[in-house]
């Protein structure tokens, strides 16, 4: 099993990104996928998730500006970041939720 994230970089304030999340070795439409972040000095807050049904939630602190989407073709779960922000700076990993898998993150820098 293996969960790769890419896409990530660095974007103005009020700028777009999106990350990628592509796995190997399960389907991941069976699976509840999460996005987590990490800021330096800070612990690992998640972000939002994709249910297996396709039900999507979301911090709050990311609520209407992050979308969560999943192509099951590609087998890839994605985080589109609309009107980012400089708190928004972190490392963004991909994680599958029962099975407790963890890629190896992104880096997303928002400065101007």
């Known amino acids: 099993v293996r969960l790769v994230e890419s896409g990530g970089g660095l974007v103005q304030p009020g700028g777009s990104l999106r990350v990628s999340c592509a796995a190997s070795?399960?389907?991941?439409?069976?699976?509840?996928m999460d996005w987590y972040r990490q800021a330096p000095g800070k612990q690992r807050e998640w972000v939002a998730a994709?249910?297996?049904?396709?039900?999507?939630i979301y911090a709050d602190s990311v609520k209407g500006r992050f979308t969560i989407s999943r192509d099951n073709a590609k087998n890839t779960v994605y985080l589109q970041m609309n009107s980012l922000k400089p708190e928004d700076t972190a490392v963004y990993y991909c994680?599958?939720?029962?099975?407790?898998?963890w890629g190896q993150g992104t880096q997303v820098t928002v400065s101007s």
């Open positions: 070795g399960y389907i991941v439409s069976l699976y509840t």
């Open positions: 994709i249910t297996s049904g396709g039900a999507t």
């Open positions: 994680h599958q939720n029962q099975n407790d898998y």
